[in-house]
């Protein structure tokens, strides 16, 4: 649709009671995906940004819990003068306000909203209804219903199964929904025409309202394979619009680099949350991206945390590896297998690249085994420590509650010239994301930087320190804040671009062999 020359924007909807996904555990809810204006949302934004190449705002994100909460404030105020408040008409009303919210505020001609969870779900009821409601009040031909549907595989018999779907949509139907388009999720691919006159038959839409969302060994070409199965025109059709064709030659440029790869890079992604995948997903991508870029196929080595126990466990799980990277997270879990990764990488000359907590690890690390304090640590950690080099900001001590941290959203940075920053930016000032709580501690800054270490990036008035480097290296730095949620297929994050890059020369190095020997 943008390739159409609309402007689109996107939202997503969640069920759950949670105010937003800020406290939830990385194993329940993946990464929290912080947007420009600061905030905290669903994964599925990081998915959107990437795709459309825009940058969403807290409007494009809420749940049943924020909604809930807002309603609740209004009721304790008095704001319903003592009347009953209801899931309908309150719930639903304050659900569609956020959906017409979004088009004024983004001045979009198209919004992509996604109702989360699956049909049938008690949850999403109220958000089913508000879909309903809202399609009846708005002109025909201006609301369009899409129904995502698995059609599983079964191996045995070597034939897809279409009662999942046709259950769906009579679920779907029979609150209050019909489905315009319906979206058919599968592994394999569908070969019989039959199938999708079938679907169109008991489901109650045009034949070719039936489109095949396939699963791809490259997932940007996702865009293309639904554009061949005329999913845009037929969502032009129905939405009454008279477009051009879509202008795709970049993505499709794009798509057969990706193809075209022909080197490889194996990057160890050092965490505390690796057995699900999810919680670094856009730092996976970022590492992708830049492997497009330069020509090379990214191969990430899951490393937890809490196993590289010494230096000889780094020895063997970093054997094989041609950079390490460490990403962000909370609590004091893993952090001493992190460090022993920092040591690892500062002292075998290994590509690092450390990401808000990796960036406060990088420092403990250099505290430790260059300034000799064995004891560095961060007052997140260690409250009472001797020598916290994180700690919290003077104005930041107190109370903070848990529900929101301190720098959240995009912030400026000075970079300082003559840095990998630099090099890597060709900027001296830049805005990131950040999301954290505990800072680079000043009152070790000046020992540090005579000891050699690099800050290489601060806030515009010099107060805090956003990215710390080793020189003379090819690639050893740390970044308080989160590039990751920047990066973006057709262009690459510069610094994940500059770290993969350093990674591949270091595979080809006299000394990667040898370690690898």
């Known amino acids: 649709l943008k390739a159409r020359g609309y402007k689109v924007t996107m939202q997503k909807m969640d069920p759950y009671l949670n105010v937003d996904p800020g406290t939830m555990s990385p194993f329940q809810h993946g990464e929290v995906f912080v947007t420009e204006d600061g905030h905290e949302g669903d994964l599925d934004l990081g998915h959107y940004e990437r795709f459309i190449d825009e940058n969403l705002t807290r409007e494009s994100n809420f749940t049943q819990g924020s909604v809930y909460q807002s309603l609740i404030a209004r009721e304790r105020r008095g704001d319903y003068l003592g009347g009953t408040v209801q899931v309908i008409p309150h719930v639903t009303e304050a659900i569609k306000a956020r959906l017409r919210r979004i088009a004024e505020t983004t ?7 996604e109702i989360g969870g699956t049909v049938g779900d008690i949850e999403s009821l109220p958000f089913i209804e508000a879909a309903r409601q809202f399609k009846k009040e708005l002109p025909y031909g201006d609301v369009l219903f899409v129904h995502v549907t698995l059609v599983p595989y079964i191996a045995a018999a070597h034939e897809v199964k279409t009662k999942p779907t046709q259950h769906s949509v009579k679920e779907l139907q029979g609150l209050g929904i019909a489905p315009d388009i319906i979206v058919l999720r599968c592994d394999e691919p569908i070969t019989d025409p039959g199938i999708f006159r079938k679907i169109a038959d008991f489901c109650n839409v045009k034949p070719d309202c039936v489109i095949e969302n396939l699963t791809l060994p490259v997932l940007y070409e996702a865009p293309l394979y639904l554009e061949q199965a005329n999913l845009s025109a037929v969502v032009c059709r129905e939405l009454r619009l008279s477009t051009p064709e879509p202008d795709l030659s970049e993505w499709r440029a794009m798509v057969s680099a990706i193809k075209r790869r022909n080197r490889a890079v194996t990057i160890g992604l050092v965490g505390k949350y690796v057995q699900l995948h999810d919680a670094y997903l856009s730092v996976m991508e970022s590492l992708y991206h830049a492997g497009f870029e330069n020509d090379s196929q990214v191969e990430i080595k899951w490393v937890e945390s809490e196993d590289l126990t010494d230096q000889n466990a780094c020895k063997e799980l970093f054997a094989d590896v041609d950079g390490i990277i460490v990403p962000g997270g909370f609590g004091d879990r893993g952090i001493e297998g992190m460090i022993q990764a920092a040591q690892y990488a500062r002292e075998n000359n290994v590509p690092y690249f450390g990401i808000c907590l990796g960036m406060q690890i990088m420092v403990m690390e250099f505290a430790r085994g260059v300034l000799g304090y064995a004891d560095a640590n961060s007052s997140e950690f260690t409250p009472d420590g001797k020598h916290n080099v994180i700690a919290l900001m003077a104005d930041q001590q107190g109370n903070i509650p848990k529900g929101g941290t301190m720098r959240l959203g995009k912030y400026p940075c000075t970079v300082a010239p003559g840095t990998k920053m630099a090099e890597c930016y060709g900027q001296t000032e830049i ?50 804040f989160h590039p990751e949620f920047k990066s973006r297929p057709n262009r690459a994050h510069p610094l994940f671009k500059g770290f993969i890059a350093a990674a591949l020369k270091f595979r080809t190095s006299a000394q990667r062999s040898l370690m690898h020997l």
């Open 107 to 113: 001045g979009a001609d198209i919004v992509i909203s």
């Open 431 to 480: 805005w990131e994301r950040h999301r954290h709580r505990y800072e680079f501690n000043n009152d070790f800054r000046q020992e540090m930087q005579d000891a050699g270490l690099v800050i290489s990036g601060t806030s515009p008035d010099g107060r805090l320190v956003e990215t710390v480097e080793l020189p003379g290296r090819a690639f050893h730095l740390g970044a308080q």
